[in-house]
C-alpha cells in the first residue's frame, strides 16, 4: 500500500508494470468479448436462427427461431461475460489504483483474465462438464473479492 506522499511513478501510467498489465489483459478481455458478437452471428448463419423478422433475408429464411441451442449456448457465454468480465476490469482497475505489491497484482491479473478466457472456452466453443466452468468461475471471483477487500481497506481512512 503506498503512503500519504506521492508514488514514485503515478500508478496509472504507462511507467507503472501492473498498470500496463492490466491494460495488455483488459483489452484481450475485451477483445473477446467483441469476438462472442461474431461467433453469435456465425451460429445464427450456420443454424438459420434468426430472431428478428429483417434479418430472414440474411439466411434465407422464412420464420423467425429462438430456441436453437448452438445460438443460445454462445448468447449464454456472452451474457455471463457482461456479467462477470466488466465487474472484473472495474475492480481490477480500482485494486491497481491503490498501489498494491506488483508480483501479486500482476498474478491477480492474469490469473483471473486467464480464468475468464477458459471459462468461454469451456462454454461456447468446446464444452466441457462441469465442475469446470465453475471453476474458472469462482477463480476470478474469488480474485475479485480480495480485490474488493484490498480496496476497501486501502480507502476506508478516507470516508
Known amino acids: 500500500m503506498e503512503t500519504e506522499s506521492m508514488p514514485a511513478a503515478p500508478l496509472l501510467s504507462k511507467s507503472n508494470s501492473v498498470f500496463c498489465c492490466y491494460l495488455f489483459w483488459s483489452s484481450l478481455l475485451i477483445l473477446k468479448m467483441l469476438c462472442m458478437s461474431l461467433l453469435t452471428a456465425r451460429q ?8 428478428n423478422p429483417e434479418d430472414l433475408r440474411v439466411g434465407r429464411c422464412t420464420d423467425v427461431r429462438f430456441n436453437d441451442p448452438n445460438v443460445e449456448r454462445v448468447r449464454r457465454a ?10 472484473f476490469l472495474l475492480m481490477t482497475l480500482a485494486y491497481v489504483a491503490c498501489g498494491p ?3 501479486t497484482a500482476k498474478l491477480l491479473i492474469r490469473i483471473g483474465a486467464s480464468a ?3 471459462h468461454t472456452i469451456f462454454y461456447a466453443v468446446l464444452p466441457l462438464p462441469q465442475p469446470t466452468r465453475a471453476i474458472c468461475f469462482f477463480i ?13 481497506i486501502c480507502s476506508i481512512k478516507y470516508i
Open 44 to 51: 445464427r448463419i450456420k443454424t438459420k436462427t434468426f430472431a
Open 78 to 87: 456472452h451474457r455471463n461475460d457482461l456479467e462477470n468480465v466488466l465487474p
Open 101 to 103: 505489491h506488483p508480483l
Open 116 to 118: 475468464r478466457l477458459l
Open 140 to 152: 476470478t471471483f474469488s480474485i475479485m473479492c480480495f480485490e474488493a477487500v484490498y480496496v476497501l
